[in-house]
């Protein structure tokens, strides 16, 4: 059998997965960012009803489960694995959504470069015949995160300028096996990141814990594919906001990869920072999750994006390494994605 | 392509990947237990040297995976994917590991059930060609999960005769390309689970929360692959301890399927009952996770174990939803293994 690996970290999926759907669902702050006109669902409040943050996170995660099936037209029957995951302890917003959905689960954890890392697995499952058909899926919560990773909210804590706000919301992709057909828009490669730990420790600075694997799954994705940056429409990283994109550019400069007006930043587009009080962007799963499945589908579908290659971007931060005196480790999957617009060729 | 898919939720692997090695790694404790000449290193610590108990299990996976490494005479660099996890919040043992392996790494979750669910993801990824050979793990540590699931130790509560040890230990195996070499150990298929909840929400009685899911894949994968329980020479689960197994029996009885003697619980096996003071028997990653890549590669590879179901399974426990009332979801994931002595068929 030939083996569909290109260098270190690449794979390249032969038969390019369709992501049939999308979906995303966001809170009332993300519904009154600059992306609001590509969201599924814009929630009243961060709450919907439930008694806790916790279980809104998930009610928001299976939400977004149930219009992407809505949208393919399918039941929960026909999907053969749901990849999932989210920000907190025990993955427990998808866990306790995936108890509700009568699919296959496979949990994972990658801090917010799940959306990616689940992407990319069910890229893989259905590419290789393993599934007719995959749903990847990520949630993240702002007050559940706030109280699990920093401080409680009550306690009105004061954030430093390097802080991002955790995006709200939940994205789902369904992916469907690839049948060449070049109107889709279908996932060509996918690459896995190394665990990247450049030793910073400040639990306010994520952008710069992540921007390092970033650099690094990028530069090598270009390097496992013989790509320039060119060779892409757009780069867009998770969440590393706007000092965590300036990093991240730096490092590429001094690997000598220049990239300029192709490099973007989920974290970046997702808010107003001039209107909106997100000090240096957003972060968190649905960061990227709701980026992709709202505007960046769009996008694709409509013929103004050809090739993209989306690379969520996970701080592994955890409070108790934290207190032990530990650094913060970041990791970055790569997902490259080609629209209508890229033709047939890549 | 035909769909390598049997039933729901069942793969069939037609390249049968090799379990080329597997390395387990335990604690003092468990380095007493009754399974103790099949582990490759007993600790003679906790600590083993490190500040935290935290630091301790992410040093212990480590060293899993150093050692599978070197039984296989291969590099890092070798070696396509990590697939790891553990019980720590963000699975930071996994992470703080794979920090310092240079090896393109997928975060799992699945809480007790990792092992089998990292085997089966890295057994799909060796099989469709994706990886060359590719690293599963999973750890656990008592003291780790004692004080981030219950109680801190130094409080010294007192443990009802439901609960369970975790085991402090990684497990690690090693996943080749399948050559149809019947002499080698090969994994046939996997069955991943889907979440059950009956409503168990006592965290001191998991296994109560996990036979369910355990019955559930059990009956799923023998209706999948159109099997007998007695096809299997052994089918064994994770972690259920002596009252959860006798609760899986039930379940299974209930649905039809009568299993005696060829089914246990890896958390049985691993301590003696009468002489260790574990209450229920051992559970955590570890549990399945150890007693697979020690005692039953062992009889695969020497030919006195033929057809194996390893079923690990993970109780979905998390201390904030059990705080605001939840019940323990739990989920288990099987992977079918075959010994040279099952020869060519099934």
């Known amino acids: 059998m030939t083996l569909k690996r290109m260098g270190r970290q690449t794979l390249y999926l032969p038969t390019a997965p369709i992501i049939y759907q999308a979906a995303a669902v966001v809170g009332p702050v993300e519904g009154k960012g600059p992306l609001k006109d590509h969201y599924d669902e814009i929630l009243p409040d961060a709450l919907i009803g439930q008694k806790s943050w916790e279980k809104a996170e998930s009610a928001i995660i299976k939400r977004a489960v149930q219009i992407v099936l809505q949208k393919a037209g399918l039941e929960q029957k026909d999907v053969s694995f749901l990849l999932a995951g989210d920000l907190l302890n025990q993955i427990a917003a998808s866990?306790?959504?995936?108890?509700d959905i009568n699919i296959p689960y496979i949990g994972l954890y990658g801090a917010c470069s799940t959306m990616a890392q689940a992407m990319a697995v069910a890229a893989v499952f259905v590419d290789g015949g393993y599934a007719q058909c995959a749903l990847a899926a990520a949630s993240s919560h702002f007050d559940s995160a706030e109280r699990q990773y920093r401080y409680p909210l009550?306690?009105?804590?004061?954030?430093?300028?390097?802080?991002?706000?955790?995006?709200?919301?939940?994205?789902?992709?369904?992916?469907?096996?690839?049948?060449?057909?070049?109107?889709?828009?279908?996932?060509?490669?996918?690459?896995?990141?190394?665990?990247?730990?450049?030793?910073?420790?400040?639990?306010?600075?994520?952008?710069?814990?992540m921007a390092p694997a970033a650099a690094h799954t990028i530069s090598q994705h270009l390097s496992d594919t013989g790509q320039e940056p060119s060779d892409y429409d757009l780069i867009i990283t998770g969440d590393l906001g706007v000092y965590g994109l300036e990093l991240c550019k730096k490092l590429l400069l001094d690997s000598g990869l220049e990239l300029a007006d192709n490099l973007d930043d989920c974290g970046i587009r997702i808010y107003d920072r001039n209107?909106?009080?997100?000090?240096?962007?957003?972060?968190?799963?649905?960061?990227?999750?709701?980026?992709?499945?709202?505007?960046?589908?769009?996008?694709?579908?409509?013929?103004?994006?050809?090739?993209?290659?989306?690379?969520?971007?996970?701080?592994?931060?955890?409070?108790?390494?934290?207190?032990?005196?530990?650094?913060?480790?970041?990791?970055?999957?790569?997902?490259?994605?080609?629209?209508?617009?890229?033709?047939?060729g890549g």
């Open 154 to 209: 009550e306690f009105g804590c004061q954030r430093p300028p390097t802080t991002q706000r955790t995006v709200t919301g939940a994205g789902a992709v369904l992916l469907t096996g690839g049948s060449g057909d070049i109107s889709a828009v279908r996932v060509t490669h996918v690459t896995f990141g190394m665990v990247m730990d450049l030793g910073m420790k400040d639990p306010n600075h994520m952008g710069a814990a």
């Open 275 to 344: 209107a909106q009080d997100v000090h240096a962007g957003g972060s968190g799963c649905a960061c990227s999750a709701v980026t992709f499945a709202g505007q960046l589908m769009h996008e694709l579908t409509a013929g103004r994006l050809g090739r993209l290659l989306l690379v969520s971007t996970g701080a592994l931060f955890s409070p108790t390494t934290q207190q032990q005196g530990e650094s913060i480790p970041g990791i970055a999957h790569a997902v490259a994605i080609q629209g209508p617009a890229a033709g047939g």
């Open 95 to 99: 866990n306790f959504a995936a108890r």
